[in-house]
């Protein structure tokens, strides 16, 4: 076989074999069969044989079992094992014996819910069909209608058919079965608000006197038990069993090699997955390369035609964005063999059939367990050998998978988190709800107390949303709810992207939430929509603008932000090993100061820009830590500590005014005079690389600069404290710990809060108001994430920092490592 005859070739190849840091072999796996039922309905002798089926797995019969034993169930097995027929099973054979009763199944994509109308049709005798935003007006009666299967994704319920109910009485009046596929999907704000959307549709089912059935799906995560029941309030059984066959899978972990092992810079990722895709297309093994973004796609895709004939169509990329119809003709293909290589972003992690692949290159970490398996298990849909790599980036999460596989392997699934409750979310979904039925008085919300509910229902009141009259709440506020709340975020104003062309015509193409704006889409932002590169020309907050020109360049941007955060509430706190704990309520305010440009390819530091925008204020939990005195104490005996604020020294002022006479109150870079408030001196040599501050403050050392040039010095030429570099750990080793990704947290190192007694402080705070959870996680484990980030920073091959560990330091300055892991052997004793 072409797979293994590769896989042989790469064990004899030092330039792929040095760099496979984990080859793990899972065996086969044997099927577990049980008979079908024997009261199926008679149709199923027809639709067995289309699909192949003779005996049912063990997992499909126990659902079986549980859905007519009247229970909720949800089946938590991996990529290929049945998942679907499991659930259709029970529904289709109700809805064959009782002519009257309807099931909606909710799928997190538009694309899931039409492939999966695909097969429903082509296997079983029902009227089925799918109803989203590309449903045409004209069909949409008689889809409400005639179809006993309404197939459709949270967006459309939230916005285009609960606020619409009385068109849909029939269809709610029957309804017997909701089937929620891949729950695991509905974590944080998203999952929060489907939970609440949930709430909704279980009111407007009692309303009609339905009480539906729930069968929900997922692929294998650490709580799906306790996740169903917050999905849909009521007990919920859980079949976990996989008893599905599976060919043989080899799993690579391929770490790129080390190009500068000064500044520990690896080959690019990118590049190495190209290579190795490259050489999968010449053995003609099929195969899928997830990338992390649409760029990537298009990036990994050009790079992979230097080698391949795309003429022919054995190479496509796939992400949304394309067309319905150009993804339906992939995914075709895909299943035909005709197409060998694709190239894809998350958007084919999900369940559409794309037939059997042979490998899977996952381009970087997915930044879950579960998400890492599910992108796996693309691969292997027989029982055919089989290949998983995952080629891991210079980020530290990354880093530390690529020598602790054992992470991936024998741990457990992270914990997706939701909170239905969270106050943002929650009020908002009351409003739509009132909107759908009036309230009486008494009633509840979901699992809130009949005096909870009341407290909202009063506040909504007073606000003129809605009107009290008789003992029930009427909505009485324009138009509906639902239309101005976007369930994948917490913000209630968007931003509208417009694209200005040359002739200066307006095109609106897209829109963000207002919080993420100033990050996202400040001045001179590279902003990707649809594969085409925009720069920000302007963005106008006041007015909730934002205007793009096209842009040809070859790097992105990241932001630069400064922070300041204040304690609000202490929850929870502890003395832990050389450093006090804490989780609560903090005030974090945030504000764009400038941006730098990044190259692509090499994620060099083209430049950096400086930027005037009005601050943001965020309220959200959060988990911090304080150094003890004798903790700081000690890494000063032993010359590891450089955190403290700097000392100038008493004559600072006197100095300073010398240098500006020397320099003529210009900036020494760019030649601007500037008033003497807006120069800044600068030390040459940091500071903190002199024993003294006298020999720091002479004179040849010091040189004045704008505030502008002086930031771009000040990354030439720093010194990394051990302080900063642990946050920059933390950080990116976090999500490891959580469901989430690392732009769910927000970290800020601090050498002296107020809050904190004036002690060195790290803080991780969720980017979500209220917070979902992630920090009383991250409390509760300290010890373990501490402990891991010093295993990290300890196998790292680099000298004094690197972006795969603490962080880079300047060019001339140092990094900060040692200082790093000083204070993490403090912390971990």
């Not at 044997?30 to 049912?56: I, N």
């Not at 909720?72 to 679907?84: D, E, P, R």
């Not at 929900?216 to 996989?242: M, Q, R, W, Y």
């Not at 309520?585 to 945030?590: E, F, N, R």
């Amino acid at each position: 076989m072409s797979l293994r005859r590769l896989l042989n070739h790469w064990r004899a190849d030092p330039s792929v074999a040095a760099h496979i840091t984990t080859w793990k072999t899972l065996p086969k796996r044997k099927p577990e069969y049980a008979p079908p039922p024997g009261d199926l309905h008679p149709s199923f002798s027809t639709s067995f044989k289309k699909l192949g089926v003779k005996d049912l797995f063990k997992h499909q019969k126990a659902v079986w079992n549980m859905i007519k034993n009247g229970k909720n169930v949800a089946l938590v097995t991996g990529t290929a094992s049945g998942k679907t027929l499991a659930y259709n099973m029970p529904v289709v054979d109700t809805l064959l014996k009782h002519e009257q009763r309807r099931a909606l199944y909710l799928f997190p994509t538009k694309a899931l819910a039409h492939d999966q109308l695909t097969g429903l049709k082509s296997s079983f005798p029902l009227p089925a069909a799918s109803y989203d935003g590309d449903t045409p007006s004209q069909d949409r009666k008689l889809i409400r209608q005639n179809s006993r299967i309404i197939l459709s994704n949270p967006d459309m319920l939230h916005v285009g058919i609960l606020p619409h109910h009385t068109k849909w009485e029939e269809f709610f009046t029957q309804l017997h079965f909701i089937v929620i596929d891949e729950m695991h999907i509905y974590r944080g704000v998203f999952g929060s608000h489907v939970a609440n959307v949930i709430r909704r549709l279980k009111r407007v089912a009692d309303y009609y006197d339905s009480c539906p059935q729930f069968i929900l799906t997922s692929a294998t995560i650490g709580n799906p038990k306790e996740l169903a029941e917050l999905l849909i309030e009521e007990p919920v059984s859980v079949v976990d069993k996989d008893t599905s066959s599976r060919g043989e899978k080899h799993f690579l972990v391929f770490n790129p090699p080390v190009i500068d092992k000064k500044l520990g810079l690896r080959a690019g990722m990118q590049n190495e997955s190209v290579r190795l895709a490259k050489d999968l297309f010449s053995y003609d093994v099929q195969t899928i390369l997830f990338a992390r973004s649409r760029k990537s796609v298009e990036f990994i895709r050009s790079k992979m035609e230097d080698h391949v004939d795309s003429s022919n169509q054995a190479l496509r990329a796939y992400r949304s964005g394309y067309l319905p119809e150009q993804r339906r003709e992939i995914e075709r293909k895909l299943r035909q063999g005709v197409v060998r290589t694709v190239v894809a972003t998350t958007a084919l992690e999900l369940g559409i059939d794309i037939g059997g692949m042979d490998a899977s290159i996952l381009a970087g970490y997915p930044g879950t367990i579960a998400g890492t398996w599910q992108q796996a298990g693309r691969a292997g849909r027989s029982q055919k050998p089989s290949l998983s790599i995952l080629v891991t980036s210079s980020n530290p999460l990354d880093q530390f998978l690529a020598h602790h596989p054992e992470y991936l392997f024998e741990r457990s699934p992270e914990h997706a988190l939701i909170d239905p409750n969270n106050l943002l979310i929650l009020i908002k979904h009351i409003r739509c709800a009132a909107f759908e039925l009036p309230f009486q008085e008494g009633e509840r919300y979901g699992e809130l107390s009949p005096g909870q509910t009341l407290e909202f229902l009063e506040f909504l009141h007073s606000g003129g949303s809605l009107h009290y009259s008789e003992e029930t709440y009427y909505w009485m506020d324009k138009g509906y709810p639902a239309s101005d709340i976007s369930l994948r975020t917490t913000d209630f104003e968007q931003v509208f992207i417009s694209l200005i062309d040359q002739i200066g015509k307006k095109e609106t193409i897209g829109t963000i939430d207002k919080k993420s704006a100033d990050w996202m889409l400040h001045p001179g932002a590279i902003y990707l929509h649809e594969g085409r590169v925009y720069k920000v020309k302007e963005l106008d907050l006041e007015n909730n603008q934002a205007n793009l020109i096209d842009a040809d360049d070859d790097y992105y941007t990241e932001p630069i932000k400064d922070t300041k955060v204040e304690c609000l509430s202490v929850l929870k706190d502890k003395k832990s090993s050389g450093c006090h704990i804490f989780q609560g309520d903090l005030s974090v305010t945030k504000r764009v100061v400038g941006f730098k440009k990044i190259n692509w390819d090499h994620y060099e530091v083209l430049g950096h820009e400086n930027l005037d925008l009005p601050p943001t204020e965020l309220k959200t939990a959060g988990y911090w830590f304080s150094l003890e005195k004798k903790t700081i104490q000690n890494l000063k005996s032993s010359g590891d500590w450089s955190s403290s604020p700097l000392d100038y020294g008493p004559d600072w002022e006197s100095i300073r005014s010398s240098v500006l006479d020397r320099d003529q109150r210009k900036c020494q870079s760019c030649g601007k005079v500037r008033e003497d408030s807006q120069l800044h001196i600068h030390h040459k040599k940091p500071l903190r690389s002199f024993q003294t501050v006298k020999d720091a403050n002479r004179l040849n050392n010091l040189i004045t600069l704008c505030p502008r040039c002086h930031q771009r010095a000040e990354n030439v030429v720093r010194v990394k404290s051990g302080l900063n570099g642990l946050s920059f750990l933390l950080h990116h080793l976090a999500p490891l710990f959580l469901m989430c990704d690392r732009h769910d947290l927000g970290v800020h190192a601090d050498p002296g809060p107020d809050f904190a007694n004036n002690q060195p402080t790290v803080v991780l705070y969720e980017q979500i108001p209220a917070g979902l959870g992630f920090s009383q996680r991250l409390f509760n484990s300290h010890n373990e994430l501490l402990s891991q980030a010093l295993r990290l920073v300890s196998q790292c091959p680099c000298e004094d920092g690197c972006p795969s560990c603490v962080g880079p330091g300047g060019e001339l300055g140092s990094g900060g490592k040692s200082e790093t892991m000083a204070i993490l052997k403090e912390l971990t004793q």
